[in-house]
């Protein structure tokens, strides 16, 4: 069954219906949909894994409904209601199909792989001749449409990165981590050619985050900062510049300006909307009629206050809050394994560095979420999946450990000789 989930990642991030209209033309995407629910109805080994993240989840879910039903703009939302709908459905086939650890590891080399492709087929694209012409200069974009523009391919790219350091850690032989860092500097130069100020600032975040994080990571940091700068410099001037607008905004265009006090705009708009409709907002994906804009909000908490009001703002904080918890329990539970069970455990443990890869994700995007609209991403759903899945596994594992430690006590001679039936003593 994970191998028809890895199936819709790949259509779900590179979407060759997209790039290929005769593919489009068959809705390849809900043939393939029908029939991997056709496969679930009678997978044998599907159940239901008892997390406080689905009660998150599905609390959301139920407020973007409750905010679309309520909202007088309730048709401009339905295409975004749906698309969440969706991915909602891929969360519970996830998480009912996928309950072992080597399967969840498969998972997330998949992830990296389809985004692998994605980003080298974007790349072909790019060095042919096709971008897109904004903010004064030549901007790489997807293959795909619904997820090709800059600012949104750039945070794409960015949200998937905290996972290579999963994978540099518990695997040694040098081919694989040639892999992962020429992932890397494929992920770092897409994010360049993008011109996404964003992405560009959220990827400088991971690195100090990652590489800061340990001592041992001092000599990374020193290959940054020396060939940090000959990748900038490598750019174009017109990418220098946009990126230089970040400190200074006058050095780039008028519309790189307004561009930028358009997140600040959003976010102030978000909270009178909050105002206006203080319970549901004006509805997810309602923004633009709402407000009578020709953009986004281009902010997460704008948008979610704007959008969904306290219903939205208080489910979608459930949400955060979940993430966080799972991720905290997971590693106190490794703590105590690691001091229980010192064979059996480490530091460079799967399920914890998952999680970890996670929670910088998770912060990576609420980071982003003050430049950019994440509200409905893909991200939050398939995080929160494989989140609650390594929990399950670290679950498995502890009782397994606890009942290896059980059998190895009352096996042991002390224990078994005072557990052996005793002769009754006859006088002669």
């Known amino acids: 069954m994970h191998w028809l989930l890895i199936g819709y990642m790949f259509l779900f991030i590179h979407r060759p219906f997209e790039v290929w209209p005769v593919l489009g033309e068959v809705h390849l995407e809900r043939i393939y949909m029908l029939g991997m629910l056709a496969f679930w109805a009678i997978y044998p080994n599907k159940r239901w894994l008892p997390n406080l993240q689905h009660l998150a989840t599905f609390a959301f879910a139920a407020a973007v409904l409750v905010c ?4 007088p703009w309730a048709d401009a939302g339905q295409v975004t209601v749906e698309n969440y709908l969706k991915l909602l459905v891929f969360y519970v086939l996830l998480v009912t199909t996928v309950h072992r650890e080597k399967t969840l590891k ?15 087929h974007s790349l072909r694209e790019y060095l042919n001749g096709r971008h897109t012409y904004r903010m004064g200069i030549a901007r790489m974009i997807g293959v795909d449409a619904t997820m090709g523009d800059p600012n949104t391919f750039g945070a794409s790219i960015l949200f998937v990165l905290p996972f290579v350091t999963v994978f540099w850690s518990i695997y040694r032989q040098w081919w694989v981590k040639l892999a992962l860092f020429g992932y890397f500097c494929l992920s770092a130069g897409c994010i360049l050619l993008t011109g ?21 990571n001092l000599r990374w940091a020193v290959v940054a900062v020396i060939f940090g700068p000959f990748v900038f410099f490598a750019l174009p001037e017109s990418l220098q510049n946009r990126f230089y607008t970040i400190i200074d905004p006058s050095i780039g265009p008028k519309s790189a300006q307004v561009s930028g006090e358009g997140r ?4 102030e708009k978000g909270w009178e909307l909050l105002g206006e409709y203080p319970f549901s907002g004006v509805g997810p994906g309602c923004w633009r009629p709402a407000t009578r804009s020709s953009i986004e909000s281009h902010s997460l908490y704008g948008q979610v206050m704007g959008e969904m009001g306290l219903l939205g703002v208080f489910t979608f904080a459930a949400i955060v809050l979940a993430f966080f918890y799972n991720v905290a329990w997971l590693q106190r539970q490794n703590r105590f394994c690691r001091s229980r069970f010192p064979a059996t455990s480490s530091e460079a443990d799967f399920l914890v560095l998952t999680a970890r890869a996670i929670r910088l994700a998770v912060l990576l995007m609420l980071f982003s979420g003050v430049f950019g609209h994440n509200l409905f991403r893909f991200n939050w759903l398939w995080y929160g999946g494989f ?24 096996g042991s001679s002390s224990v078994a000789s005072w557990m052996r039936p005793r002769r009754a003593v006859v006088g002669s």
């Open 68 to 71: 679309w039903a309520m909202s």
């Open 106 to 120: 498969q998972m997330l080399i998949a992830l990296l792989g389809i985004m692998a492709i994605y980003l080298l």
């Open 196 to 216: 996404s100020r964003s992405a560009f600032i959220g990827m400088l975040l991971w690195l100090v985050l990652t590489i800061g994080i340990r001592k041992h």
């Open 264 to 267: 600040i705009e959003g976010l």
């Open 387 to 410: 989140l609650v899945i390594a929990c399950h596994c670290m679950r498995q594992r502890l009782r397994q450990w606890w009942y290896n430690d059980w059998r190895t006590v009352v």
